[in-house]
């Protein structure tokens, strides 16, 4: 998907101008909307299998200075299949925590506020949780969100129209699943892209 050999020099600024012309990226695999602890229980035990799995959450946006609302989704990725968990609609289950205390790596773009979240639900420990956002700081750059990551590493633009949505909605709409499952698919591409980028090599144009 993307391209690990480019030059450093054929790397344009990001300006919206530039990002608003790349291709859109888009996952395109299967998904799978869970919505009963059993359906999770059983999305969980083919996801422990995995060596990495994408992570993100979404939550119903607010827009009113400091309200927040609990998590709604969370979505986890593989490379073939994309399980949006509809969390409001099944018990934080043990099965649940043993999954995010296991050794499958959880990646993740700014997940701070998503345990955050989720332990205010249950605590529980994470690990091999993988923050992006951390391996992007410590490479030198200033900006992470992932419409800039995956405009610079992938050439491949994200379509955010659906984030604003409200995704505590009873039935959600295909644009709503097709994002959710992308957030966090596009992790799992970044994260080899980013490792292997040189320290302080993009911070100028990012």
């Not at 344009?12 to 291709?23: A, S, W």
């Not at 993100?56 to 998590?71: L, M, V």
Request: glycine share 4%; charged share 25%.
């Amino acid at each position: 998907m993307g391209n690990d050999n480019y030059e450093i020099q054929d790397i344009p600024d990001l300006t919206p101008e530039y990002i608003n012309k790349l291709p859109v990226l888009a996952f395109n695999g299967r998904i799978h909307l869970i919505s009963t602890a059993e359906e999770m229980s059983k999305a969980l035990v083919k996801l422990k299998k995995e060596l990495c799995v994408g992570f993100d959450t979404e939550s119903r946006p607010s827009f009113i200075k400091g309200q927040n609302f609990p998590i709604s989704l969370i979505q986890l990725a593989t490379p073939t299949d994309a399980f949006i968990i509809r969390f409001r609609s099944v018990t934080f289950c043990d099965s649940l925590v043993n999954f995010l205390e296991s050794s499958t790596e959880k990646i993740g773009l700014g997940i701070k506020d998503d345990i955050r979240k989720l332990k205010s639900e249950r605590m529980f420990t994470p690990n091999t949780m993988i923050d992006l956002s951390e391996i992007a700081k410590m490479k030198g750059h200033q900006k992470s969100s992932l419409r800039m990551l995956s405009a610079y590493y992938l050439r491949k633009r994200i379509v955010k129209s659906a984030q604003k949505t409200n995704w505590a909605r009873s039935k959600l709409t295909d644009a709503q699943l097709r994002y959710a499952a992308t957030d966090a698919w596009a992790c799992l591409l970044l994260r080899p892209l980013l490792e292997k980028a040189p320290h302080m090599a993009f911070d100028a144009k990012l």
